[in-house]
């Protein structure tokens, strides 16, 4: 049985500030990388623990979506969600990737 993935808020506003950023320089491509992260999001419903623990950072999984981004996330188990916490721009300064 698949799990359900959820965004949070501030996962939702990252993804609208990663989209926006690619818009500036390239606005076709904008569309194409928002709907990625999501099906990549989306992806974890079958297989929630395919990204590694965060060192550091108890309970949260990383995800890498190539060339620039990491999908912050943890797996409630006894729910079966699988909660988005972050959809962070590797170009952003690392010193604004705050625990969620």
């Known amino acids: 049985m698949d799990y359900k993935v959820v ?6 506003s ?30 974890l419903a079958s ?4 990204g590694p623990a965060m060192k550091g950072r108890p309970g949260l999984r990383k995800l890498p979506h190539l060339p620039y981004h ?7 188990e006894p729910a079966r969600i699988v909660e988005i916490v972050r959809i962070w721009d590797g170009r952003q300064n690392p010193c604004l990737l705050k625990p969620p």
């Open 14 to 43: 990252d993804l609208f500030e990663v989209v926006s950023f690619v818009a500036e320089k390239y606005p076709s491509a904008a569309e194409r990388i928002g709907y990625a992260l999501l099906a990549t999001a989306e992806s």
């Open 70 to 76: 990491l999908i912050i996330y943890r797996v409630n």
């Open 47 to 50: 297989l929630p623990y395919r």
């Open 7 to 12: 965004l949070t808020s501030r996962a939702q």
